[in-house]
């Protein structure tokens, strides 16, 4: 399963064109589990997968086509969203973004969700830039689940450091907190291709009312690819 997506600007577009400023990119990425919104959905990831950055009838969007395979599912997963910077009143200035997810197997994590709208505001509060993301289920049902997300960025040399905190509304509580170590790259490329490792812990709130089968800590290692054209 994706991880929610944060969504970069495409440059300006043309609104007399449909699509204006294309550029693609390529991620290959290997994890020793699949843990997603808390929950394990399989050993031995692996996921493949292309994105898009356009204008799209003059709205700078980001797309996203991917494949993951494990030893407990084959999904394929879509995901097309947008950003647009604005300023609101005593807050000051902010990042809104809408995103729609797609998943072809669905998933057992908080009811059957098949597609999704993800709507929700990020701030650069100087230490991170913190975002609050509230999913809205359009096929099946997620029980109201969101996310509050912290990218700290660079936090020592080639060290990158994000978080994730999700909850669901339906009964105010947290569901699990999630810490991910991009480490520095590998000091070689193929093909122009970036080797990214990665450390990932995850620990999951019990008394999840059966939505979640199973809690505690998890920890995951991987290794991304990445290549742009």
């Given amino acids: 399963m994706m991880a929610a997506a944060s969504f970069a600007t495409a440059g300006s577009a043309s609104a007399d064109s449909v699509v204006d400023g294309l550029s693609f990119g390529a991620v290959g990425t290997y994890s020793t589990q699949d843990i997603w919104r808390g929950q394990k959905q399989g050993d031995d990831d692996f996921r493949l997968g292309v994105t898009a950055e356009l204008g799209l009838f003059g709205v700078p969007t980001n797309a996203k086509l991917a494949w993951s395979e494990n030893d407990l599912q084959n999904e394929f997963e879509f995901s097309l969203g947008t950003a647009r910077d604005f300023t609101l009143p005593v807050v000051g200035d902010v990042v809104g973004h809408v995103t729609f997810n797609y998943y072809s197997e669905g998933t057992d994590v908080v009811g059957d969700v098949e597609s999704e709208f993800g709507v ?14 509230q999913f809205i289920a359009v096929e099946g049902d997620n029980n109201g689940y969101g996310e509050i997300g912290a990218n700290f960025g660079e936090v020592y040399e080639g060290i990158s450091l994000t978080g994730t905190l999700g909850y669901v509304l339906d009964d105010f509580k947290a569901t699990h907190v999630e810490l991910t170590a991009d480490l520095p790259n590998l000091p070689f490329e193929v093909l122009d291709t970036t080797f990214t490792p990665f450390l990932k812990g995850v620990y999951t709130f019990d008394g999840r009312e059966g939505i979640w089968a199973n809690d505690g800590a998890e920890f ?6 990445s290549k742009s054209f």
């Avoid at 995951?220 to 690819?225: E, M, N, Q």
């Fill in 120 to 133: 929700g505001l990020g701030k650069d509060l100087g230490l991170a830039t913190v975002s609050l993301t």
């Fill in 220 to 225: 995951i290692a991987g290794l991304s690819l």
